[in-house]
């Protein structure tokens, strides 16, 4: 119970953003998968990818790789970029996702 109040208050407290999936890579160790997102909607305009430090040389988005779920939220960005469908997405302020969701229509 203590770790779904710590997860909620994490995802609680971050931003989210909603875009087109674009830019998706992998590094080199295939566990370090890095995107942006385009055509942002109103809810969050614009994301400040000079300010992300989870990985300084890709200015990107980043999955944590530690996260459980990580192949479940790689595999959802995929298959909305290979479809060019918009994702929402939960960031801390390392621009580390913290959640992957599909937006509600």
Not at 65 to 73: D, F, L, Q, S, T
Not at 84 to 91: C, D, P, R
Request: net charge neutral.
């Amino acid at each position: 119970m203590l770790s779904f109040l710590l997860s909620f208050s994490v995802v609680a407290n971050s931003g989210w953003y909603e875009g087109r999936v674009g830019d998706l890579a992998s590094g080199y160790d295939g566990s370090a998968i890095a995107f942006r997102l385009f055509e942002l909607t109103a809810e969050n305009t614009q994301i400040d990818y000079s300010k992300c430090t989870c990985n300084p040389s890709w200015q990107m988005l980043c999955l944590n790789p530690a996260r459980a779920n990580v192949n479940r939220e790689f595999s959802m960005l995929l298959s909305a970029y290979s479809a060019g469908t918009n994702v929402k997405v939960a960031l801390d302020t390392s621009c580390n996702v913290v959640a992957v969701t599909l937006p509600v229509k």
